[in-house]
């Protein structure tokens, strides 16, 4: 089970630690464009002058119709939370006296609800304008202000733009040269320029984590408890101590001297405690060699006799 945790939180900081590189990578350009202002005017531009993710502010006056609506879903496990409807509007750029711009059409794709509010208030201002262009009209709602980059027109977009704009007159191709070669998608600036300093902070989220965790462990190891007796509690349970008169010298491993050398009776020597056998000095050995049938006043014991008359051998 904590394997599984553990492989689960390795992929969440894999996980983080990639999005917050991508978020850097992608919005690093419109930043920096941002806080040094470097956007495109609308009005100063012409028909053919937009350049593909160039940022352009402005304000809109005449807006004809919303001509289709992209409808995105927002997902939880796979399930549908919730909806959003963004329209592209069409409209249109007249004929700008100061810099002797002719006027064009330009699909605008809203994502703001404001925006779309806004948008949706110049229609019927902008049909009327539209009927009685040979008149001056003022009109009551104020121009749209735009914040947005510029996109390729997806292909089902330019359709309903081109069957919006059929008259039965003119040809696709010359419908599509009254329109921009490029449409604008609404970009909030605001949020835009803090997009990279967000992106390090997811970054740095698993990198800090993984040195927490680290030095966690690390504290953990050497902070723990190390129990060591202090003196033997058995007699039998500690090293050999070398006896007096030994040479020190290291001995060959299986040699019978060696024990005899170097310990004493009960493990310990008798300034340390060592037991005495019969008021005398412990024996050089652990175990007597004369209890095994060795020299000395030993005597070997003899069994019981057993009878064994009544057994059919």
């Known amino acids: 089970m904590r394997n599984a945790i553990g492989a689960r939180l390795a992929v969440l900081k894999i996980v983080l630690l990639v999005a917050g590189i991508a978020m850097i990578a992608m919005s690093m350009g419109d930043a920096v464009k941002i806080w040094k202002k470097d956007f495109g005017k609308l009005y100063d531009k012409g028909i053919n002058e937009f ?11 005449y807006v004809l119709d919303p001509i289709a609506t992209l409808e995105s879903s927002q997902t939880v496990y796979g399930i549908p939370v919730s909806k959003k409807m963004t329209p592209y509007y069409l409209c249109l ?61 997806p292909d089902e977009v330019m359709d309903y733009a081109l069957e919006y704009m059929r008259d039965g007159e003119s040809s696709d191709a010359e419908i599509k040269s009254y329109i921009a070669d490029m449409m604008l998608e609404e970009k909030d600036y605001g949020s835009a320029k803090w997009e990279p300093l967000l992106g390090l902070v997811i970054t740095l989220i698993p ?15 050497n902070s723990r408890t190390h129990y060591v007796n202090q003196g033997p509690s058995d007699l039998y349970n500690t090293p050999p101590v070398p006896r007096e008169g030994a040479s020190g010298q290291p001995m060959r491993r299986y040699s019978p001297d060696a024990y005899n050398a170097h310990t004493y009776a009960g493990g ?15 024996a ?8 095994y049938g060795g020299g000395g006043d030993y005597q070997p014991g003899e069994m019981d006799s057993i009878d064994t008359s009544n057994l059919k051998l």
């Open 51 to 61: 350049n593909e993710d160039e940022l352009v502010t402005g304000k809109v006056e």
């Open 93 to 153: 750029i007249p004929y700008n006296e100061k810099t002797d711009k002719e006027g064009y059409y330009l699909i605008v794709h809203a994502t703001n609800k404001d925006t779309i509010n806004a948008m949706d208030s110049l229609v019927i201002s902008t049909a009327f304008a539209l009927e009685h262009s040979d008149q001056e009209v003022q009109s009551n709602k104020k121009p749209v202000s735009l914040e947005a980059k510029t996109r390729t027109i």
């Open 207 to 221: 990198i800090v984590w993984f040195i927490i965790s680290k030095k966690r462990t690390r504290s953990f190891k």
């Open 268 to 282: 310990i020597s008798p300034e340390q405690g060592g037991v005495q056998q019969n008021g005398q000095q412990p």
């Open 284 to 291: 050089g050995r652990r175990y007597d060699p004369s209890a």
